[in-house]
């Protein structure tokens, strides 16, 4: 086996200790619905939770070895306000966008997406059986930047920092830093972070965090503990802010029979109004309208 060139030892990662961690604040369950055409999936940070989850507007997890569930992908459809964080686990997913952008997405990828003022997409399965697994994030834009230039980025598996603690954690650095170790991207308003943890049975990891980012742990393999509360697999638990918190810390009990998987998500508010009508999120009701009406008369394509 050979080591990427991404990898990081435990010898260049950056021990972390956390005196006041932070607690939890809900565990949600999300809910089942489908979108695009016709594809299954948990819609777990919904438009209820957008206000609590600043800068954060959607998670969605989708995952399914039935074609049925997948085939149909994400046909032709627009954005406009915000960005989309796509994050394969397993399956390949086509792009192409009206600003001239076409990638591939497969298995460990990432594609993130800045719609700015406009743009009109596909997403669609590149096959036909097997198995579908990942994530589409929703980030916003502070209104200074929500009509800005559309912008694209496809960040094969290999690309995508990575580090293993001491206690053989493995953590992929999608966005923001972890022990010292930079993410693939970085935004300079909403600070993401958004780390894919892997954690053995009866392990440990900590993260710093400022106590004002909202953040949130979804499990997506076996369970994790924070504190004394269990996150069974397939529930996201959002974090309290606990004034003088300095981070997160998890646990994967000894008794998970396989390594746990997680992701931990994590991002300055914006504390600005939102307005969301389907593929569009601005701060007023009036910008909006606008974008329904350069949709309408192909000002986004
Ligand atoms: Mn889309």
């Not at 080591?3 to 950056?14: C, I, L």
């Not at 569930?69 to 792009?95: A, C, K, L, N, Q």
């Not at 743009?119 to 097997?130: A, D, F, K, R, T």
Request: charged share 20%; net charge negative; glycine share 10%.
């Amino acid at each position: 086996m050979t080591t990427p060139r991404n990898a990081h030892n435990s010898h260049g990662v950056e021990p972390v200790a956390l005196a006041r961690p932070r607690g939890i604040d809900q565990i949600v369950a999300g809910v089942s619905t489908s979108d695009g055409d016709g594809v299954k999936l948990t819609r777990v940070l919904h438009q209820t939770l957008q206000q609590r989850l600043d800068p954060y507007l959607m998670l969605d997890a989708f995952g399914s070895d039935n074609p049925g569930d997948y085939i149909g992908g994400f046909p032709s459809h627009p954005h406009r306000g915000f960005e989309t964080v796509t994050y394969m686990i397993s399956g390949r997913m086509r792009h192409r966008d009206s600003a001239g952008h076409e990638g591939l997405l497969s298995n460990g990828g990432v594609q993130w997406m800045t719609a700015g003022r406009g743009l009109i997409h596909s997403e669609l399965p590149e096959q036909e059986e097997g198995l579908m697994e990942g994530f589409q994030l929703w980030l916003n834009l502070p209104a200074k930047d929500k009509l800005r230039d559309p912008w694209y980025r496809d960040i094969q598996s290999e690309e995508i920092p990575e580090f293993t603690t001491p206690a053989n954690v493995h953590v992929r650095v999608i966005a923001g830093e972890s022990h010292g170790v930079q993410g693939a991207v970085q935004r300079e308003h909403t600070e993401p972070l958004y780390l894919d943890i892997t954690m053995p049975p009866g392990t440990e990891f900590s993260q710093r965090l400022p106590h004002t980012h909202n953040a949130l742990l979804y499990v997506f393999r076996e369970s994790l503990y924070i504190g004394n509360s269990e996150i069974p697999t397939k529930r996201m638990a959002i974090f309290a802010n606990d004034p003088g918190s300095d981070g997160v810390v998890l646990h994967a009990p000894a008794s998970n029979h396989s390594p746990a998987r997680a992701l931990l998500i994590a991002g300055k508010p914006l504390h600005e109004p939102i307005a969301q009508y389907g593929p569009f999120v601005m701060n007023t009701r009036e910008q909006v309208l606008e974008a329904v009406q350069d949709f309408q008369s192909g000002k986004l394509g």
